[in-house]
């Protein structure tokens, strides 16, 4: 008769968490960076149709890295709960924070409990109104969630990505161009290739814009922010 197989628990954590690493590493990466007026996203990513980055909700944005199909079903789900809590409450009651939770919940469920962990990292982030501080939040694929400040990066080489950029975010938050300008040296440093604006992914949560704080940029708009 046969041995059973086994794996210790630890083992199998570590072999799901190395599966889910080398996963969302060959994508490329995403950044989220404060600047005067609000959050920047940047993310290396040659696709016109399909988004990394994305509005949730008024002044929540999404980004998402690593295995795009999945990513795309959570930023889906995470919208259908902010409309929905939004109606039977109110608007206000949408927060990045109650998001965050929701998906680092069911990320950890999934890594915990199902054979195959999702090969994804996300950044939920609310532009901070009425002097509020901006909230910038990255669940990893276990469900771990961390409480980022001024810069974040999921992807690709981002320990790289924001080794890059350490030096250049202390102080005061720098202007739209200058935060840009950050995000692109970086992406390309660590790339060892220069990046056209067409290859670009660019969005903004502004906080002075009216309603709907979110935006994409576009490739002529960044050209402009790159060369002004």
Known sequence: MPMPYYVSPEQMMQDKAEYAKKGIAKGRSSIAMEYA???????????????????????IAFAGAGKYSEFENLRKAGIRHA???????????????SLANGYSQSLGTIFSQEMKPLEVEILVVQVGLNSHANEIYRISFDGSIIDEKTVAVIGGRSEAVLAAM?????????????????????????????????????AVLERARTGRKFRRLTPVEVQQLLTA
């Open 166 to 202: 350490k030096d250049k975010v202390a102080g005061p938050p720098p202007s739209l161009k200058a935060a840009l300008g950050f995000c692109v040296s970086a992406l390309e440093q660590t790339a060892n290739q220069k990046l056209n604006p067409e290859g670009l992914e660019v």
């Open 83 to 97: 409309d929905l809590k939004g109606f039977m409450y109110s608007r206000e009651d949408v927060t990045a924070r």
């Open 37 to 59: 007026d609000g959050v920047l996203f940047t993310a290396d990513n040659p696709s016109a149709s399909l988004h990394k980055i994305s509005e949730v909700y008024d002044c």
